[in-house]
């Protein structure tokens, strides 16, 4: 069965920073690209980033591009989103996801990340 | 960006009868390697989205045949052939053609 559990969430202040981790069980994580997908309150999903299996190359929308880096260690299974110059409209559950044929075929459930003084 | 424009926002439905939800795309989507990659996901109360239908018309695994996908160009349905009370939620197409990648705003699927 396939697995993507994220965790690392919470309450941040404005200009604050977050790690966001996901662990990921099912298939064979080192063969896949993976990606952070975000869903704002009352907004459709954004795509933020995704990652080459190696880890050789990292793509970013341009709303999240110099604050956030998406990395991974195969070794662990493990995907990471580190989120630097939080502000409020990065408050969002944001989820992990396979991304096969360029689309998510599997999400993890999400972890929330609250931006707020 | 590529914006996809989904239609109606709300939908309420009668149990057992169809839907039809609508997505429209800003420009083409066909990809250089010939592919469209416009994708539909369902997102039930709690959870996060489900892929229903990849590449237009392609049902994932375990997707009751209820659920197709058509269209071609800019314009794109989602249709479920006898809605069922398992079956409301959120509804978004979403294409993968062009960078980044972008969701529609998603359709509310409620039962009447």
């Known amino acids: 069965e396939v697995q993507l559990v994220e965790s690392g969430g919470g309450l941040v202040q404005p200009g604050g920073s977050l790690r966001l981790s996901c662990v990921v069980s099912?298939?064979?994580?080192?063969?896949?690209?993976m990606a952070w997908i975000r869903r704002a309150p009352g907004k459709g999903p954004e795509w933020l980033a995704h990652i080459r299996p190696d880890g050789s190359e990292a793509y970013y929308v341009d709303s999240v591009k110099g604050r956030f880096t998406i990395s991974r260690d195969n070794a662990k299974n493990s995907l990471f989103l580190q989120m630097n110059s939080l502000r409020a409209d990065d408050t969002a559950i944001y989820s992990c996801?396979?991304?096969?044929?360029?689309?998510?075929?599997?999400w993890g459930q999400g972890t929330l990340v609250t931006v707020s003084s | 960006d590529v914006v996809l424009t989904q239609s109606p926002l709300s939908l309420p439905v009668t149990l057992g009868q169809p839907a039809s939800i609508s997505c429209r795309s800003s420009q083409g989507l066909v990809h250089s390697d010939g592919n469209i990659y416009l994708n539909w996901f369902q997102q039930r109360p709690g959870q996060s989205p489900r892929r229903l239908i990849y590449?237009?018309?392609n049902r994932d695994s375990g997707v009751p045949d209820r659920f197709s996908g058509s269209g071609s160009g800019t314009d794109f349905t989602l249709k479920i052939s006898r809605v069922e009370a398992d079956d409301v939620g959120v509804y978004y197409c979403?294409?993968?053609?062009?960078?980044?990648?972008?969701f529609g705003q998603g359709t509310k699927l409620e039962i009447k």
């Open positions: 996801a396979r991304d096969v044929g360029r689309t998510a075929d599997y």
């Open positions: 979403m294409q993968g053609t062009h960078w980044p990648r972008t």
């Open positions: 099912g298939f064979t994580f080192g063969s896949h690209y």
């Open positions: 590449k237009i018309s």
